[in-house]
């Protein structure tokens, strides 16, 4: 699977989901400041799964008609620390019954909820 991290995805993140295989695009790393829609153009060209804290990638799928087709992947935890986003992630990835193609998924310390679009 091919992610893309957001900017506000922890590096320490990025460089674990990296050393455990997965292929991720880092916009720190790789280009910083972008806006959101850039991100999603990237996504959408390049076949990835966003991964991100930012809220406002349900209004770039629902409202302004962004459809990746690998599907957006919202965390709303806090991070306890670097490395818990890429750990809970890797968890997502591997739990069965989870798609993440066309499909905003929504994930809290409580839940998973999934919204195909």
Same mark, same amino acid.
């Given at each position: 699977?091919?992610?893309?991290?957001? +900017?506000?995805?922890?590096?320490?993140?990025?460089?674990?989901?990296?050393?455990?295989?997965?292929?991720?695009?880092?916009?720190?790393?790789?280009?910083?400041?972008?806006?959101?829609?850039?991100?999603?153009?990237?996504?959408?060209?390049?076949?990835?799964?966003?991964?991100?804290?930012?809220?406002?990638?349900?209004?770039?799928?629902?409202?302004?008609?962004?459809?990746?087709?690998?599907?957006?992947?919202?965390?709303?935890?806090?991070?306890?620390?670097?490395?818990?986003?890429?750990?809970?992630?890797?968890?997502?990835? +591997? =739990?069965?019954?989870?798609?993440? +193609?066309? =499909?905003? =998924?929504?994930?809290?310390?409580?839940?998973?909820?999934?919204?195909?679009?």
């Amino acid at each position: 699977m091919k992610l893309l991290a957001n +900017e506000n995805f922890p590096l320490d993140s990025v460089y674990l989901l990296k050393k455990r295989g997965y292929d991720v695009f880092s916009v720190s790393l790789e280009s910083p400041s972008i806006d959101d829609e850039a991100v999603m153009r990237i996504a959408i060209d390049q076949n990835r799964t966003i991964l991100t804290f930012d809220r406002d990638y349900g209004e770039l799928v629902f409202k302004k008609g962004y459809r990746p087709s690998e599907g957006v992947i919202y965390l709303r935890v806090e991070p306890i620390y670097p490395e818990y986003p890429a750990e809970l992630v890797r968890h997502l990835l +591997e =739990t069965a019954g989870l798609h993440f +193609e066309n =499909t905003l =998924t929504v994930v809290d310390e409580n839940r998973i909820r999934q919204r195909p679009f």
